[in-house]
């Protein structure tokens, strides 16, 4: 049972526009994010294995920011970007700031929000996997607040060969890791990078 | 015949510090520029290839700071870092500001001081190798240079997985690249990837 993460990033480790909404829930910067995800919905076959282990978690924590655009208030309509089925099947425990009755939807994703902070959200991930992995699933902010904390056992990047020169980034605010090299492996549209603490 | 850099980063994609100087030729930040290049010094052997790679070039181009830690005036009594016979065996191209006449140094690496530009650079290091590759031997702004240029085939990153958290980068300044992903390959201590333009 490990702490993993899946990222998505740009050669200059961008993972997500600084100026996420509804309507450009990647960033304003045109198409940014689904350049960055092209590799897994495009190119699937090429990287079937890394794909499917994204959601192979028993547990999924994620940023507010990461589950809906909204800030301040929750608008209790909006019940994420995945639709009824949302490919976790899993509880997800969303961070925030304002608490919210849990949301029950098809296919047994569950989202949770946690009002307690990381280490709080983490024991009940722990608790919702049984035996299986925990999985931080983003955004970058959420990701490096767990790094920070020494409490990711698996950073798993997917590091796409383009560059945005801005946005937010994995590794911010994260100084003196030291990581240990896992694998790697080069498809012809992006580079699978692991990491292990 | 191509155009390639080689670059040891830290996971942060930092090759450098910002305050190099005689004493501190990678910056101030204590052992920073010796733990991204222990991969080459001390585990030699797992990393063969790609260490033997780095100097296989015809000719170099490098930035002033790469060759002298002084500014401004050159100090004529300063031959290189890498004593009398440096590893490259092949014409140098340092890229500077000030004339200075050539500087020929044991083993065939001659220092040649270009005041006019990355692009003149370039044309003298092309003439120089031969039908051989031309070698951007560093630092991080110097390839950063070529990369904006769009003058550069071909990027093999050493990946170090330590963080920083402050420095000079690569891709600093180079948006909106597009490159292709060659290969990677994981050793127990350096993650080695390569993209081309």
């Given at each position: 049972m490990a702490v993993t993460a899946d990222l998505s990033v740009s050669?200059?480790?961008?993972?997500?526009?600084?100026?996420?909404?509804?309507?450009?829930p990647f960033g304003r910067r045109v198409g940014a994010g689904e350049r960055l995800h092209t590799w897994m919905f495009d190119h699937r076959d090429e990287n079937a294995d890394e794909v499917s282990a994204?959601?192979?978690?028993g547990a999924f924590i994620m940023g507010r920011h990461m589950f809906s655009?909204?800030?301040?208030?929750?608008?209790?309509?909006w019940r994420g970007?995945?639709?009824?089925?949302?490919?976790?099947h899993a509880p997800v425990f969303v961070l925030c700031s304002r608490p919210r009755d849990p949301l029950e939807m098809e296919g047994g994703t569950t989202f949770h929000f946690v009002t307690d902070g990381i280490e709080a959200a983490l024991r009940r991930a722990l608790d919702g996997a049984g035996d299986q992995d925990v999985a931080i699933a983003g955004g970058p902010t959420t990701i490096n607040a767990y790094l920070r904390a020494g409490l990711l056992d698996e950073l798993r990047l997917h590091i796409v060969?383009?560059?945005?020169?801005?946005g937010l980034r994995i590794f911010?605010?994260?100084?003196?890791l030291e990581l240990v090299p896992v694998s790697s492996r080069t498809t012809p549209h992006v580079t699978h990078v692991t990491w292990r603490r």
């Open positions: 050669l200059d480790l961008v993972a997500a526009g600084e100026d996420q909404s509804l309507e450009h994204i959601t192979a978690a655009p909204d800030r301040g208030e929750w608008d209790l309509e970007w995945w639709g009824p089925e949302p490919p976790y060969p383009i560059t945005f020169g801005e911010d605010g994260t100084p003196d």
